[in-house]
């Protein structure tokens, strides 16, 4: 699908969600994007053309909103919106696609995982070698944050794999024993103190044996169609507090994992 048919399925599903604009810009800006709360109403009145990157984090902020909305009555799945003119061209299913994961509401938590797991295999960097413009994130992070452990993880339908790893970690670990599958699941970062106290964690291998996790802290990574692919985290065996200026490093490497995964973003084109 052509990037004008792209944008115009993202502006249809903002203007078929019922979410305010408002709490749409303020996750948006949270997550990452750039233009401005009136340059997003000049994309919904068609005056401006946001990049496709922009679009794919405005739908994420979409999906992070609806999701929320939805998840106290028990569904992920809002009422649709209305059919557009390229329902005669591609099937349901290829039109939900198309969006990525700006349309994951539109898909069933099965279905979700499918197209995530999907875009893990299209990043291409499961079981490759390592390679120094990942190695030199995770370098940064140790020594920022002086933990014992850092790592870029991707995590597939059934293991974590360490596409970087400074310090102590263990390789294609099943991904329901990680921190790191609790973290992609989750629409920010993922900040455990002490795993001692966090009754989701401290009976787990990580932490009662070999590295003896205590503090954890993890951002997701998007990839292909802006699904969450992996984590950027940083890892050590004594408790410690977060700071605000440590949560914004993190997310700030996370960027940087992303833009090496997907390209540099662009700046918005007006049209």
């Excluded at 875009?119 to 291409?124: I, S």
């Excluded at 079981?127 to 452990?149: L, P």
């Excluded at 329901?176 to 001692?196: K, M, Q, Y």
């Excluded at 996370?254 to 007006?270: H, S």
Aim: with cysteine; glycine share 6%; charged share 30%.
């Amino acid at each position: 699908m052509d990037q004008q048919a792209h944008i115009q399925r993202i502006r249809d599903a903002l203007s078929g969600s019922e979410v305010a604009a408002d709490e749409v810009w303020v996750r948006y800006y949270s997550i990452g994007g750039r233009v401005s709360r009136f340059e997003l109403e000049a994309f919904m009145s068609g005056s401006l053309q946001l990049s496709g990157n922009e679009c794919d984090l405005l739908g994420d902020a979409i999906n992070e909103v609806m999701t929320e909305r939805f998840a106290d009555s028990g569904s992920l799945i809002p009422p649709n919106p209305a059919d557009d003119a390229d329902t005669t061209q591609a099937s349901p299913s290829d039109s939900r696609r198309d969006l990525g994961a700006a349309g994951a509401f539109l898909f069933t938590e099965e279905e979700q995982e499918q197209e995530r797991c999907d875009a893990v295999v299209r990043t291409e960097l499961l079981d490759t070698a390592s390679e120094e413009r990942f190695d030199s994130i995770t370098r940064e992070a140790r020594e920022f944050f002086q933990c014992s452990s850092t790592s870029i993880t991707l995590i597939d339908d059934r293991r974590q794999f360490l596409k970087s790893v400074v310090g102590p970690a263990r390789q294609n670990l099943p991904r329901e024993t990680t921190f790191c599958n609790t973290t992609i699941r989750s629409a920010g970062p993922l900040i455990v103190r002490d795993a001692h106290e966090d009754e989701r964690f401290r009976d787990t291998p990580l932490v009662t044996e070999e590295p003896y996790i205590r503090f954890y802290a993890g951002y997701p990574v998007r990839g292909p169609g802006g699904w969450t692919v992996g984590t950027l985290c940083v890892m050590d065996p004594s408790p410690r507090t977060y700071s605000s200026r440590d949560g914004k490093k993190l997310r700030s490497l996370a960027r940087a994992v992303e833009t090496e995964i997907n390209g540099p973003r662009a700046l918005p084109d007006v049209a």
